[in-house]
């Protein structure tokens, strides 16, 4: 398992497509995905160009000599990728992992945040 | 055949629809019984079950739970998984805007029936990385043993 690891994402077959809530608000952007059984250790967040890559392996911990009876989640990977506006700042994105739950935060620029314009008498 | 009856052209989740049930129909596994508590696909959790000789082993993908309010029950061999996923407190979704609103919150139940050599006395679940693990232990009586051979 722990092997695959270095291989990139498009060698590694199919993925489960992650549920996700995005939101966006005056500072920037706010999303939520749902990534069930996805240590922090497995979970890649990647940034080519201007598309957010999420990927996360499922790492349950399984006895040993298992054998599947029903399976509803059917793949081991969960990917999903964004792409990302120019006025967003992808070097300041905020990312935490609690119970499987992956919240992301990116802002907007300084320069691209709402400024109120002040109107002169002429 | 009177499955074309029923879908309209150009609707696409039924073409959807169709698609999934022409690889069902491909596949065999449409019009077979099923369990009679299954569900559609997509239900929140989603459940995986596995075997062992000693156990059976059911995870149920419940991602952002509070461990503390997940109810397990095991009543007459139906184990049951229940609880609710809290969405944000009110107020939250004011002055932004929705792109995207997929996953699921609010109440969710799940039971599934149980092997009869499953010993409700012996269940443990634990909660990590967002999945319920809930491990059946089997009757002793249930568990192969070798024979010896005198």
């Known amino acids: 398992m722990s092997d695959e690891r270095n291989i990139t994402a498009s060698e590694r077959g199919p993925a489960i497509l992650p549920r996700v809530d995005v939101y966006e608000d005056a500072s920037g952007i706010t999303m939520f995905a749902d990534l069930p059984g996805v240590p922090r250790e497995r979970l890649t967040l990647r940034m080519e160009g201007e598309t957010l890559q999420i990927e996360g392996e ?7 000599g298992v054998q599947a ?15 990302l506006s120019r006025e967003l700042d992808t070097a300041r994105v905020e990312a935490t992992l609690k119970d499987g739950v992956l919240s ?7 320069h691209a945040q709402p400024r109120r314009i002040q109107v002169n008498a002429g | 055949m009177y499955e074309s009856l029923l879908t309209y052209p150009g609707n696409v989740l039924a073409e959807f629809d169709r698609l ?11 019009g077979l019984p099923s369990s009679i508590r299954a569900v559609a696909q997509g239900a929140f959790p989603g459940i995986n079950i596995g075997t062992t000789p000693a156990s059976i082993e059911v995870y149920a993908f419940a991602p952002g739970l509070d461990p503390a309010k997940i109810e397990v029950s095991v009543d007459r061999g139906v184990l049951t998984i229940s609880g609710e996923r809290a969405g944000e407190a009110p107020g939250a979704e004011r002055k ?4 995207a609103s997929e996953r699921y919150f609010g109440p969710f139940r799940r039971a599934l029936s149980l092997s009869e050599d499953a010993d409700p006395a012996k269940v443990q679940a634990s909660y990590r990385d967002g999945v319920l693990h809930i491990s059946v232990g089997k009757r002793d009586s249930a568990q192969p043993r070798r024979i010896e051979i005198k």
């Open chain 1, 58 to 64: 499922i790492a349950t911990d399984v006895p040993e």
């Open chain 1, 69 to 83: 009876a029903y399976a509803e989640v059917r793949l081991p990977r969960y990917r999903r990728a964004f792409t």
């Open chain 1, 104 to 110: 992301l935060r990116i802002p907007k620029m300084e």
């Open chain 2, 20 to 30: 999934q049930r022409g690889m069902e129909h491909a596949f065999g596994t449409l």
């Open chain 2, 96 to 99: 932004r805007s929705v792109y």
